[in-house]
């Protein structure tokens, strides 16, 4: 068989593979290209969730009839010269256009500024079409219609309609964050149409419009750099997390990218703040000499490899975590919400799975007792229990408030509250919940979740100082590893030595443990270093031996912690307070959940009416 030259069309139709692999893929290209043309306004119109239509409409500064012909051939760019150490823009290799082109039908219609016309050029599946006068505003639109036409088998891969809009939506939004200053349209006869108006230098201001306003109130700011790299963004509390990373935003050099170093650096700050299953919400920039960036890894240029990848991850990690022990213990505004729309008329709660016709009708509350039909309505009756008048009738079998020391509530003395950002405590609840009172509203707190915190940071804090205690092993284990990854070990052998586990090769493709830490006691050695070079492999990082230690930690802090049930006296509620106020992450438990909420005095005024 004798090799030959493919055609062109052949050619781009194989880049298409890796570039444009749904309508989502040419959308972010033609949106890198408008950006890179200094366009402020960039309307997207959809159809068929992008396989039918899609047209970028820009404002940018246009290409002339000899440009708009040099556009559609492959590696044709303005944006690079000699080298690809020095990328200053998100378009670069020059193979978008005729890469649409040879799968789709390419119309591009543009006008320079102050030209006396506009051209157009088409592409039909390759086809090239010959530049023609055409009647334009200033700027830039290229519609795709059709897309894949020319290769049908591509259409069967791709996902239903909604899903691919969704898709483009959220190439949108990632354009969106990271260029506040242009404005974004987002149309088209399978959505609703989406505006993100320019916000200027108001970064937080956009990142609102996409996160929603509850972000601002729960965004912490962040500016830090180590060397040559400069992070800025936004962290949210920890508080204020999600159920997937679909809103963790990451950006190099003003590229969008979704770097499994950059995620795996954000779980590494947030760790042990978070429960399981739940993600914190960031914004994260990074800005650096694009010498020291590989943004070429990949051709839809969503994949980055940096110089110093452990400078990358120290800074973000470090910068997170100074950033929540500033300021991350504050509750979320959203659990004091949830709290608010607790107490409003119209809240119905549901009768326990365990309560049956066969239960009692009273339930004990404090030394009284409420009738069980008037806590849970009936179906047929009056909806709304809470505060509503209807709701109110359950509460005429309490005695009344008074002021008198036999209140069912343990009641705290009178203590100044404006010098406390937690307030000074004024009753105990329930035998679990501190009640305290600020100078602006009051804090309800969970006496076992926040003291299991403070016990938690006091057991992490042993494992920051000197080498961790080890137990000797009296017959060495020996693991069977490739080679690759003995190797691998061998390199972090001191940074295993520091946390109590002592490994040396065995020989070609064995490796010897002869201690390991004694917090772990009797453990699976074998496991935990197949976990361990399997990380090393991915991350680069040896992280799964510090966590399994922290969580050893937060185990015993569990189990050592003030327990539900035990009644404190006022001086042991503000001690505890007193202790929050210092410690950094006390916001959470060791599980990641809350460990109080806030409640302001402006929204206690609006339960009674009063605002």
Request: proline share 6%; aromatic share 6%.
């Amino acid at each position: 068989m004798m090799i030959k030259q493919l055609s062109e069309t052949l050619i781009n139709q194989i880049a298409a593979g890796e570039v444009i692999e749904r309508p989502a893929s040419a959308a972010k290209e033609l949106i890198e290209n408008a950006i890179d043309a200094g366009a402020t306004r960039i309307e997207v119109a959809t159809a068929g969730g992008g396989k039918t239509l899609l047209r970028i409409v820009d404002n940018g500064c246009g290409m002339g009839p000899e440009d708009l012909e040099l556009s559609i051939r492959r590696h044709c760019t303005s944006k690079i010269s000699q080298t690809l150490f020095d990328i200053r823009s998100l378009g670069f290799r020059g193979e978008a256009l005729p890469s649409i082109g040879s799968v789709a039908k390419l119309t591009i219609t543009s006008r320079p500024a102050g030209a006396p016309a506009g051209a157009e050029i088409s592409v039909q599946g390759g086809k090239v079409g010959s530049v023609r006068p055409a009647a334009a505003n200033p700027g830039t639109t290229v519609e795709v219609r059709d897309l894949f036409f020319a290769t049908p088998a591509r259409l069967k891969f791709l996902k239903t309609e909604k899903a691919e809009a969704a898709a483009i939506t959220e190439i949108v939004k990632r354009m969106a964050i990271a260029f506040p200053g242009i404005r974004f349209v987002l149309s088209g006869t399978d959505r609703s149409t989406l505006e993100f108006p320019s916000t200027g230098d108001d970064h937080l201001a956009r990142i609102a419009q996409i996160l929603g306003a509850d972000f601002r109130d729960n965004a912490i700011a962040l500016d830090a750099e180590r060397e040559d790299v400069k992070l800025t963004g936004f962290a949210g509390v920890p508080t204020f997390n999600r159920g997937n990373s679909a809103h963790q935003y990451a950006f190099v050099n003003g590229r969008p990218v979704q770097d499994k170093q950059i995620l795996s650096a954000i779980r590494g700050a947030y760790a042990e703040t978070i429960p399981h299953g739940r993600y914190p919400v960031a914004v994260l920039s990074l800005a650096l000499d694009p010498a020291l960036v590989d943004v070429n890894v990949h051709p839809a240029k969503s994949d980055v490899r940096f110089r110093d990848p452990g400078l990358v991850r120290g800074l973000i990690v470090g910068a997170v975590r100074q950033a929540l022990q500033r300021e991350g213990d504050r509750s979320s505004t959203t659990g004091a919400g949830g709290m608010l729309r607790a107490f409003r008329p119209g809240f119905n709660p549901q009768p326990s799975a365990n309560w049956s016709a066969g239960t009692s009708p009273y339930r004990p509350v404090g030394n009284d007792t409420i009738p069980m039909t008037a806590a849970y309505p009936s179906p047929g009756a009056s909806s709304g229990f809470a505060f509503a008048e209807g709701g109110q009738a359950a509460f005429e079998a309490l005695s009344q408030p008074t002021a008198r020391s036999e209140a069912s509530v343990v009641t705290a003395a009178a203590e100044p509250v404006s010098n406390f950002p937690l307030g000074a405590a004024r009753a105990q609840v329930h035998a679990n919940y501190i009640v305290a009172q600020t100078g602006d509203g009051l804090v309800i707190v969970d006496q076992h979740a926040a003291h299991e915190r403070l016990v938690f940071e006091q057991m992490r804090k042993a494992l920051t100082g000197r080498r961790l205690p080890s137990q000797g092993l009296l017959i060495p284990e020996i693991i069977d590893l490739p080679e690759e990854d003995c190797d691998r070990l061998m390199m972090h052998a001191p940074t295993l030595e520091q946390l109590g586990l002592a490994v040396e090769r065995f020989g070609p493709g064995a490796i010897a443990v002869r201690e390991t830490p004694a917090m772990l006691g009797e453990m699976d050695v074998t496991g935990l270093i197949k976990d361990l070079a399997d990380e090393i492999a991915e991350w680069d990082t040896a992280d799964r031996l510090s966590a399994r230690l922290e969580h050893v930690a937060a185990t015993m802090a569990c189990h050592g912690s003030v327990r539900s049930g035990r009644q404190l006296r006022v001086e042991e509620m503000n001690a505890l307070l007193r202790q929050m106020e210092q410690t950094p992450g006390s916001g959470q438990c060791n599980h990641g959940r809350p460990t109080y909420v806030e409640l302001k005095l402006s929204d206690i005024e609006r339960l009674f009416g009063r605002s």
